[in-house]
């Protein structure tokens, strides 16, 4: 991020007393984890931060300090909107879409390459994840690094770089995380959170999935039907997980998974392999992500979508040979 753009932040920041911190839909550590470091830096600034989500959080961000405040609804007081981690409106969910955000400025803070700024003010750069840009931003505040934000902070990190193990983790992230542990975040307890807890309900969810996945053209893809969801107590965060272990199968070039949501919608997770891009798609599908990472939601009847989707990643993976 140009450090003119912190200014303007900075600049924002200084008419206002109580913003509203928006994390995106279906909720990961990067966006829970950075919409709390922020919240917690600003109040240390005075500022009243409060935190918003239309979806329930995942159980692996249970630990983090702060999150019990997320709310489910949109600004209400708040004098200023910070999206955090969302590569477009869409992804803001209903706290968006109920009557949009008045007269309120929008801040866009966000590392997603599909993102084409859509805010009134857009911190975005391509980086492993959005907590380092937010890292950043923390820095410009000058507000000194804690435990509590660390942690935050650090949670995102090693969600979004899988535990540092994904293709885009730099130098950068590894640098970063080592100054966070230098300030109390505490790395094997996320580690812990994040990658060794799962709901029991993934269990026979995983179970059904492997037994059904099929893998054709290098595209390795499983359907999840809304009653399969409903009979095991699930929803679409129980599934996470499933589409990157899907990934590791050595014939696989890509991995598929179709959720129905059983309201007409059909959630869309991708991953692939290096080199084959699947943030392509899922943007021309109406979703967005990374290259390696993305996803979307499709309207339609599940047999359609699955067309629709399975051809266009098996033309990703044609092309990349």
Same mark, same amino acid.
């Given at each position: ?17 109580r913003v509203l911190i928006v994390s995106h839909v279906d909720p990961d550590g990067d966006t829970i984890g950075s919409a709390l470091g922020l919240a917690w830096a600003l109040r240390k600034r005075g500022l009243v931060a409060n935190l918003a989500c239309q979806d329930s959080l995942p159980d692996e961000v249970g ?91 650090? #949670? ?6 899988? /535990?540092?193990?994904?293709?885009? #983790? ?40 492997? #037994?059904?996945?099929?893998? #054709? ?44 949501q059983g309201d007409g919608i059909i959630d869309v997770s991708l991953r692939s392999k290096p080199g084959v891009d699947v943030a392509a798609v899922a943007l021309a599908l109406g979703g967005g992500g990374h290259p390696q990472a993305a996803g979307c939601q499709v309207a339609g009847e599940i047999s359609e979508v ?14 990349? /040979?």
């Amino acid at each position: 991020m140009s450090q003119t753009s912190l200014h303007e932040f900075a600049d924002l920041l200084s008419g206002v007393q109580r913003v509203l911190i928006v994390s995106h839909v279906d909720p990961d550590g990067d966006t829970i984890g950075s919409a709390l470091g922020l919240a917690w830096a600003l109040r240390k600034r005075g500022l009243v931060a409060n935190l918003a989500c239309q979806d329930s959080l995942p159980d692996e961000v249970g630990f983090l300090p702060g999150v019990e405040a997320f709310r489910s609804d949109g600004p209400a007081d708040e004098q200023l909107v910070i999206a955090v981690d969302a590569s477009d409106l869409r992804r803001m969910g209903r706290l968006y879409a109920e009557g949009g955000l008045g007269p309120r400025p929008l801040v866009v803070i966000d590392h997603h390459e599909t993102n084409r700024g859509y805010g009134d003010l857009n911190l975005i750069a391509d980086t492993p994840a959005t907590a380092l840009l937010m890292l950043e931003v923390v820095d410009s505040l000058g507000v000194p690094l804690d435990a509590t934000i660390a942690t935050c902070l650090l #949670t995102g990190i090693i969600t979004d770089t899988q /535990g540092f193990r994904t293709s885009n #983790t730099t130098p950068q992230a590894l640098a970063a995380a080592q100054r966070l542990m230098e300030a109390g975040a505490p790395l094997a307890q996320i580690n812990q959170w994040v990658f060794s807890r799962r709901a029991a309900a993934t269990l026979p969810l995983w179970g059904a999935a492997l #037994t059904n996945a099929a893998l #054709t053209e290098g595209v390795l893809w499983v359907e999840l039907p809304f009653e399969l969801l409903r009979r095991n107590g699930a929803d679409g965060k129980t599934s996470s997980g499933l589409v990157t272990f899907l990934n590791t199968v050595r014939e696989a070039q890509a991995a598929v998974i179709l959720a129905d949501q059983g309201d007409g919608i059909i959630d869309v997770s991708l991953r692939s392999k290096p080199g084959v891009d699947v943030a392509a798609v899922a943007l021309a599908l109406g979703g967005g992500g990374h290259p390696q990472a993305a996803g979307c939601q499709v309207a339609g009847e599940i047999s359609e979508v699955r067309q629709r989707v399975l051809a266009a990643v098996r033309a990703a993976v044609a092309r990349a /040979g």
